[in-house]
């Protein structure tokens, strides 16, 4: 895939031209209240003693948005110490899969917590989470679920479990809950961006990696691949809720939450990225004023080369 989108000079300084919300820090710090009054405790079951060896692991749940419970997996190294710990968030169509899909940051004397992503699961890694959200007119997945209403919409309470997964992971014995980092890729890396956001000083490390979910009304009106073109399918025909849809994006786009990140954060892009086209991925960059760092791969799709894993773990190394 060639370049496609804006030429890298421009991409250093483009900015979102979508206009934010003027109630938004308070309609997100409603949605977590709301969340927080039905909550229950996190609970931690171990697992797999028989498979992992020294390695310790627990099948985990918590309490996300409407109150749901919401599964996860928490790994750690054989210590008592209380350790760093990164929540980590999926890719689209995926869920928290198993164990053995993230003892990569315990290897290296990380603890982790893998958040499932509720509705999801049965593209490329398994899940186990429902969605409680509810019905309507919708283009198969879930880009377009519930969007006539930021209240409704899917990814407002997917951002809200992830939010929600920051703080039950600091509620975890052995967790340090002052030395969390946030990571994922594609949504992963949209979550990601979200919950830094959201969760502001809670969260002390960002990773990002080739994000989705940013720059919303850019990136449907300029690439044609899934999942955005979930939503411009979708409004091609259902025309009159056009405003609205519009309107909602704007509540969960993570280019505009990234103004609030105080976290040291890396991201990566890749200029021929139709997925997630590269002017939406700078469109949260460009916004973050917190210290930060982007790794630009000039000829990389919609994934990172693989020495970009070396690279994120120095960066916890430095900053966590």
Known sequence: MPWFDLPE???KTY???????????AWWRDRLDAARAL?????????????????????????????????AWYLRPPTDADLPTVVTYIGYGGGRGLPADHVLLPSAG??????DTRGQGGRWSTGQTADSGPAGPEFPGVMTRGIASPETYYYTRLMTDAALAVEAAASVDGVDATRIAVSGGSQG????LAAAALKGDAVKVCHADVPFLCDFHRAITITAADPYAEISQFLAHQTTLIPAALDTLRHVDAALLARRITATTLMSVGLMDEVCPPSTVYAAYNEIQAPKDLAVFPFSGHQTPRTHDETKLRHLHAHL
Not at 15 to 25: F, G, I, K, M, N
Not at 44 to 54: A, F, H, K, N
Not at 189 to 192: C, D, H, N, R, S
């Open 9 to 11: 000079a421009e991409l």
């Open 15 to 25: 900015r979102t031209a979508t206009a934010e919300p003027a109630d938004l820090d």
């Open 39 to 71: 909550s229950q405790p996190p609970m931690l079951t171990p697992y797999g003693e028989d498979v992992y060896g020294p390695l310790r692991v627990w099948d985990a749940e918590f309490s996300g948005a409407n109150g749901d419970r919401v599964k």
């Open 110 to 115: 990380y603890a982790v917590f893998v958040m």
């Open 189 to 192: 890396g949209g979550l990601a």
